[in-house]
């Protein structure tokens, strides 16, 4: 009988459908194991082979857990808002959620045909009302929480104002951005209005007045990937930086505890670092500046080495700094003001990467040195941040690479004040960052070592009450709010002014209808543009979640999917806990694994999940890059030449869809048909009489043309060839091209496996004892797929059934004892061609629940050794022994074998060499 993977395939998924066999509950006799995807934003293009990677990956390792014995959680669902669904509803004018339900049902078709083992019962979106209405209120817990730095955790803000209204601010210590002082009747005596912007900057989800990319000739907020150079990619629009009301989350409360929680996941080391990378934590002091004339202003700088203080010529401040207009003097105020329009089109990376073109203005005040007194001129540079530490550097030239480059670029002095060795520079030609060194220059400091120079002058800023040590952190509050439509509405609404949150039991805040999916002409969100989008007539929050905002705790609704009441019930959590196996892509290293970490982090501090990190283990996948073809066109000509040819021409290359080609060989008709501009194009023939088109491997995307569908894999192959095929391609955490042609080996291996279970057309297997040998290749897989399976080594497991398949065939065994046990443990791999013949073999349950086997290390031992013995190196006979006797009994016995005597004659033996498991030389002379 053939193996029509169509058949099999279309009867399994449904059979196991209508079984529900991979519906999971949440309680059993058995371990519990949980096992995650990162969920997908399903895309109007649907899924392309480089898609599922991750995802048969995990199912695979879901799969084996489950056959080992373990109650697995592996769920499924969709990352459901977000811009693209917006883009297309700006352009058709049709609601995202239509697109979205549309791109999901599609997703769905795809993802099952792949055969993937989702307790699909648990599934859901994020832009479910049932859903979000459990975002919004983890937002409003947030809103009604701050961080008690003393306590290490979040607390509620009724505590907070309890304190106030006893003790005033006396005995706070908050991760917070409220720096003052006030006592219990003067925060009695404040207004409601006074005392609720105090309480914003301990909030950990605050009103904050944000920048935004705003395009007037659009009339719209543009996403930072929609600006490339300061103009809008549609239409090529100048877009500035516009202040404007959003929300803030207070991440950076959790800097520390995010960066201590590493120690305790099995990430890679990779990994770890670029989340320790992103958070910053950054060790230095805090030193005020006063400003000459200014009796008003003083300017704070954070430095990393307040051991460099007497090498300061000048003071640096960022662009967006309020101090600039405070203290900008006439003279420079033009330049200024120009210089800042300026950098306000810069993003904060694209002015951290440009290190080459220096830019920046003077300002025509000075700052008076701390210790000397000295003047030193206050400038404004890009290179300056707004948003890390103070905004302001104090800038030594001398030991600081990107003060150096400011320096030398405007001529101003250098002043070296360490030194590796005691002595002065007259010139330096690049900045001594080094701290291996001493202080020079630096008064009654001279001779100190940079560290103990450090202490010191930092305690005279102790002493002077103008400065002290400070960490910093990098990581920055994250702005919450988008000025969009297709996200969660913020339960919030605006009453005199303040922020005011919806009553938990009003919610869900349901997204409302709009005419357009555009902001207002005012440029708040489109929501704005219903006149009732208002709670008792007050005005609601227009702006929407951010994307993240659904992804950072889905992993726990999975757990209790359909409660209506919790976002989750306390049993289902205690039951569930970590998420044990995360599997994804590495571009969420910093976005999204902060987010769900601090987020878990901050549900644990209310005591509502009793994890304090969700992900135990992570892996992240490799790419499946695409092979991209080109067709050659002849510059100013509708005429293409084929590849091997395109040297004698002048050509560009466009890309051709992939579909269109095979063996590089192109199908000039469906390229005709293609696209419109391509209906007249001719083509200059190879010898062959055929089109050849050139590559390249890129990434896979739509927009490069070379996709390839998985349901057109399946359709040719079968969904077991294409999951075997993808594992086998190479190491999971690696990228690699995709090559359709390379799948037949996999195909071929699957239709000779089927073989094995065959006479001829009829299934057949015998109830026959196995061998030894057969045991062996039997029990040889099992160690090594167990082994592979959690080591994510999936591609040598491909290659150990292939192996195992040729040596059975090699002894054309077809015996239960071995055939059945094999379908096991290759039935994560191949879900459905194992279900067929598992239930041929006459097996009423499934095999995805049937037990794993157990490996027997003695059955993969050989039980006799071979040795080839030798006189004088060359080879007369082999001799077969037990496995496992020493030199010395494998010597006596090659002595004593009865064709022996025969080679030694009448000569001597001179000594004897025994190679284990190998060889016998007898040496004769
Ligand atoms: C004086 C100094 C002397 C500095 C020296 C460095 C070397 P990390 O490690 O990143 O925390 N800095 C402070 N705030 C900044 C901002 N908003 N934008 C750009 N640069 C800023 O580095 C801290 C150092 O980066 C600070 O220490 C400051 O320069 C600069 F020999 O102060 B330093």
Known sequence: MEYNFREIEKKWSKTWEENQVYRVENQSDKPKFYVLDMFPYPSGAGLHVGHPLGYIASDIYARFKRLKGFNVLHPMGYDAFGLPAEQYAIQTGQHPAVSTEKNTTRYREQLDKIGFSFDWSRSFKTCDEKYYQWTQWIFLKLFGSWYDAKAKKAKSIGELIAHFEENGSEGIIANASFEGQFSAQEWKSMSEKEQEDILQQFRLAFRSLDYVNWCPALGTVLANDEVKEGLSERGGHPVEKRKMWGWSLRVSAYADRLLQGLDQVDWTDSLKEQQKNWIGKSKGAQVIFDVDGHEDVQIEVFTTRPDTIFGVTFMTLAPESELVEKI????????????????????????????????????????????????????????????????????????????????????????????????????????????????????????????????????????????????????????????????????????????????EEELPLILAEVDEYKPTAEGLAPLARNKDWKRNGLPIEPNTMPGWAGSSWYFFRYMDPDNTEEFASKEALDYWQQVDLYLGGSEHATGHLIYSRFWTKFL?????????????????????????????????????????????????????????????????????????????????????????CGSEVEKMSKSKYNVVNPDDIIFDHGADTLRMYEMFLGPLDQSKPWNTQGISGVSNFLKKFWRLYHEGEQFQVSDAEPTAEELKILHKTIGKIEQDVEAFSLNTSISTFMIATNDLQKLKCNKKAILAPLLVVMAPFAPFITEELWAKMGNTHSVHQAEYPVYQEALTKDSTAKYAVAFNGKVRFQLEVEAGLSKEAVEKLAREHEKTPNYIGDKQVRKVIVVPNKMVNIVIG
């Open 604 to 692: 644990f501090d209310l005591g509502l999940v009793p994890m304090d990190e969700p992900f135990k283990k992570l892996f992240n996948q490799g790419m499946i890059l695409g092979r991209s073809s080109f067709a050659h066109r002849i510059k100013g000509t509708n005429q293409f030449v084929s590849y091997d040819l395109k040297d004698d021409y002048d050509t560009a290359p466009i890309h051709a869809d992939v579909a269109m080609v095979e063996n590089d060989v192109l199908d000039t008709e469906a390229f005709k048909n293609w696209r419109e501009d391509l209906a007249d194009a001719t083509f200059i023939l190879n010898e062959k009489g055929q089109f050849l």
């Open 328 to 503: 900008t003097t006439k003279d420079y105020q033009k330049e200024v003001e120009a210089y800042i329009t300026q950098a306000k089109n810069k993003s904060e990376r694209e002015r951290q990467a440009d290190v080459k073109n220096i830019s920046g203005v003077f300002t025509g005040a000075f700052a008076k040195h701390p210790l000397t007194g000295e003047n030193i001129p206050i400038w404004v540079g890009d290179y300056v941040l707004g948003s890390y530490g103070t905004g302001a550097v104090m800038a030594v030239p001398a030991h600081d690479s990107r003060d150096f480059a400011f320096a030398n670029h405007f001529r101003i002095p250098v002043k070296q004040v360490i030194s590796a060795d005691g002595s002065i520079a007259t010139l330096l030609e690049e900045a001594f960052e080094s701290k291996n060194g001493i202080l020079v220059n630096s008064g009654d400091f001279d001779g100190l070592k940079v560290k103990d120079g450090a202490s010191q002058i930092v305690k005279i800023f102790n002493e002077k009450g103008i400065g002290k040590w400070k960490t910093n952190y990098r990581l920055r509050d994250a702005v919450f709010s988008r000025q969009r439509y297709w996200g969660e509405p913020i339960p919030m609404y605006i009453e005199n002014d303040m922020p005011k949150p919806f009553p």
